[in-house]
């Protein structure tokens, strides 16, 4: 493989994997089907929504307005989370539901995700972002939403509903389960690193600070209002 650079490669090893692996491995998805994106401009949504146009999807993707310019510029349609019409405006663009849902809030988000499919779309629910305010455990909220995909699989319908984790097989005793993650693992991330190589994924570092600078680096982090997507990069 040629060079990629070393920092951009670093914003894809956890992100591109789990993007690839959700779009490409749980939902199969296709040219010509429509998408949903939950935070479309995050770390792990800014990579679904560039793989997703790669492979000829129609995407629309939930962010705040400040990211709205540059995911039209990706050719996604945006929609505010918080506009309270938002489940309206997705069937307005899929007025039959969408092919594939990948949600990282849980919770109510990913109830209405579920809603949003058509009859046999597929949800890729990834996180409990909307839970992880450090207040209470959270299996209080992850098992509820276990249970939540497990009855949507159990009922009669051509939907599918599963929980991704990128860590899956890792640490299986078995060492066959093991070695199945590594070698999925060094396959994925390879394709990943050549569409990075390739220009088709473009690594999104929104600031670089040397580490003399990382309470400053902290604070663009944490930052409601940056408007510049992506990892913030620390160089020793
Ligand atoms: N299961 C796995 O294997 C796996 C792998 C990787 C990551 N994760 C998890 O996935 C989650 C996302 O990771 P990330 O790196 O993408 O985080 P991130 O870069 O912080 O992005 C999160 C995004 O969520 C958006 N957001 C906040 N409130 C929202 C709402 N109510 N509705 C829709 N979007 C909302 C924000 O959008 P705006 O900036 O537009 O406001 C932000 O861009 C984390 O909880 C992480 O731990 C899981």
């Known amino acids: 493989m040629d ?48 793989l997703a146009r790669n492979a000829g999807a129609h995407v629309i993707g939930t962010a705040s307005p400040r990211h709205h310019e540059a995911l039209r510029a990706l050719g ?3 929609i505010d989370y918080r506009d309270p019409d938002l489940a309206a405006r997705v069937r307005t663009l899929a007025p039959d539901g969408v092919d594939a849902v990948f949600d990282h809030l849980g919770g109510a988000s990913v109830t209405l995700s579920y809603r949003l499919l058509n009859r046999t779309g597929t949800l890729v629910s990834y996180s409990i972002a909307a839970a992880l305010d450090g207040t209470r455990p959270i299996l209080l909220d992850f098992l509820p939403l276990l249970a939540k995909l ?28 093991r070695e199945a993650f590594r070698a999925r693992t060094r ?3 390879t394709h990943v690193l ?13 600031a670089r600070f040397p580490l003399a600078e990382a309470a400053a680096a902290m604070e663009l982090a944490e930052s409601s209002t940056r ?10």
């Open 76 to 78: 996604v349609e945006p």
């Open 150 to 177: 497990a009855f949507w699989n159990h009922l009669p319908t051509h939907r599918h509903a599963s929980f991704y984790d990128i860590w899956a097989g890792a640490g299986k005793p078995d060492s066959a389960k």
């Open 3 to 50: 060079a990629v650079r070393v920092d951009e490669a670093e914003t894809l090893i956890v992100n591109g994997l789990t993007a690839y692996q959700m779009l490409h491995t749980k939902a199969k998805v296709r040219a010509g089907q429509t998408v949903l994106v939950t935070g479309a401009a995050g770390g792990v949504g800014s990579i679904l929504v560039q």
């Open 227 to 236: 408007t510049a997507p992506g990892k913030i990069i620390l160089a020793p």
């Open 194 to 206: 050549n569409l990075l190589r390739d220009g088709v994924l473009t690594a999104q570092i929104a």
């Open 187 to 189: 396959t994925d991330l």
